[in-house]
């Protein structure tokens, strides 16, 4: 593909709005909130990529019974097509699988580093949204993720290491890494109150310590019914459409939404990717 044909092309590519979901602490709902507000955003109309970048037990494959044999680290060897990777899930959703690949980003050679760009740039699947499942912590490959992404949604429940991991993670993206906004979600709250009463919490320690904007996403219920759909291994948001969680995962759809689409410039998918390689080789 000469330059000026890839000029061509790029500009009539819509741009992709690329959103990380972080917890710090593991186990607040990550993945759920990321297959259930994939599913309402691909409700709304909207094309979406759900990347996992969680090599850990509760994946995204597990959590909706899928299997897959290829996954990013075939992409970076030259084995597989982007294409050949991605894993069709409920509604037509884009999945990308696991892969231990995400470590390996750091350590690309040449040929790798442009071998991985040229496949997210060739990927014929048209996507509005990258939606991507972070692991739990703080480690090299969450800091890579959310600092390449556009929009950084933080789960959080009402336990106190859940907003001491929250504020951690916060604290390491805002001071080593410039990240300024975060859009807060309180997960497994008993009344809407709950929800308010952690972003307060959370608000005010941020608000003495750091320099960030906390926006507040609201929150979903505890529900029986999502704790059924998981065993089911399916998304709430379509076996119980009507459950408390799913109406909830809809607002938050809705809301996200409304985000305002990324600059042209860095809205290519090829540009998440540089921006992750770059970030991952800085440490
Ligand atoms: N809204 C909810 N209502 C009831 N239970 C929930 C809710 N959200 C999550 N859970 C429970 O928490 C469990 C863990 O959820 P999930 O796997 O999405 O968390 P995670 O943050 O991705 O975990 P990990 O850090 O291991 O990746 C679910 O299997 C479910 O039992
Ligand atoms: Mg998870």
């Known amino acids: 593909m000469d330059q000026a044909s890839g000029l061509r092309r790029m500009a009539k590519q819509k741009p992709v709005k690329v959103i990380a979901v972080a917890s710090g602490k593991g186990g607040v709902g990550k993945t759920n909130v990321s297959v259930n507000l994939a599913l309402g955003l691909v409700a709304a109309g909207r094309q979406v990529l759900l990347m996992d970048a969680d090599l850990g037990l509760g ?3 597990l959590l909706l019974g899928l299997r897959s044999e290829y996954n990013l680290s075939h992409v970076i060897n030259g084995q597989r097509r982007l294409e050949e990777v991605v894993v069709k899930g409920p509604e037509g959703l884009a999945i990308i699988p696991a892969a231990s690949g995400t470590q390996m980003m750091s350590e690309l050679s040449k040929e790798q580093h442009a071998g991985v760009i040229r496949a997210f740039s060739e990927l014929s699947l048209p996507v509005d949204v990258l939606l991507i499942d972070t692991a739990a912590g703080i480690s090299d490959s969450v ?21 001491t991991d929250a504020y951690a993670l916060i604290k390491v993206l805002s001071e080593e890494h410039g990240l300024q906004r975060f859009n807060i979600l309180a997960n497994m709250v008993r ?3 709950e929800g308010n009463i952690l972003f307060a919490k959370l608000t005010r320690v941020t608000d003495y310590y750091l320099d960030v904007t906390l926006n507040y996403m609201g929150a979903v219920p505890q529900d029986e019914y999502l704790v059924k759909a998981v065993k089911k291994q399916q998304a709430v948001m379509k076996s119980y459409p009507q459950s408390p969680s799913a109406l909830a995962f809809r607002q938050l759809a809705a809301k996200v939404d409304k985000w305002p689409a990324p600059e042209q410039a860095s809205g290519h998918l090829e540009f998440f990717v540089e921006r992750l390689i770059q970030y991952s080789a800085a440490g």
């Open 143 to 163: 800091v890579s993720f959310t600092r390449a992404a556009h929009e950084v949604l933080v789960v959080v429940c009402n336990e106190p290491t859940s907003l």
């Open 191 to 193: 009344t809407p109150k």
């Open 59 to 61: 994946n995204v494959d």
